[in-house]
């Protein structure tokens, strides 16, 4: 992925940006992200990028001019862009998104919101406008480290171990399944005698009943939209079955 970023706040993305697997993502050329001041797009001493709303009330506008100036000096050299704004009114961000930018030939511009708002008229330069969920942030910086954050892993070659991605493929739609590393117990508390078993097919139904289970009790919404195997429709009748046991 290719990117560009318009921010007030260029610094919130220094360490970010430049640790762990987005740092090398960024070495390897997988991912290119320059960050932009806004206000270097300012006309004045001042460095002004916002004024008072028309028709009153409390808070700050983005101006859309050190916008419009920003966007026009990234497509000086005439290459497609994808102009996405980070906002609270845009499109839920989620995983088959962040599985389409990974895609995108198009170099990306990000612009981050901060105050009230932003100039209704900035909107006519961007192509989609994206949220990260329902909660109130200060401002679009996190959002867009998020968007960044979920694409980067899915370019190829930006995670260490390729099994990762393909076993999320596999399990996509379901919450993760219990984890244990050594020791086998710990403070009187036991792996499961399943994980220790060296029968991986006990294994693999073990877990992908766990990931059933936690999804079953905190995102009932992702079952009822994911495609279930006649297996899974067994474990589920037998976690149905065994509801109210000893766990
Ligand atoms: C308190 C002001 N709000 C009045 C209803 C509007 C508002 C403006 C700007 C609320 C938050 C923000 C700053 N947030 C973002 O720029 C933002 C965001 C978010 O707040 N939640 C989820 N995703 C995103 S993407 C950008």
Redesign the pocket.
Known sequence: MKCDVLTIFPEIFTSYLNESIIKRARAKGLLDVAVHNIRDFSSDAHRTVDDSPFGGGAGMVFKPEPIFRAIDFLKEDGGPRKVVL???Q?RPFDQSIAEDYSKEEKRFVFIC?RY??IDERVKTLVDEE????D??????EL?ALVVIDAVTRLIPGALGDERSVEDESFSWGLLDYPHYTRPREFRGLHVPRVLVSGDHREIERWRRKQALRKTMEVRPDLIARMKLSGEDMKILSEIEASSGEDP
């Open positions: 980070l906002s609270p845009g919101g009230e708002g994206i949220s990260i969920g909660y109130v942030l200060t401002g679009g959002a």
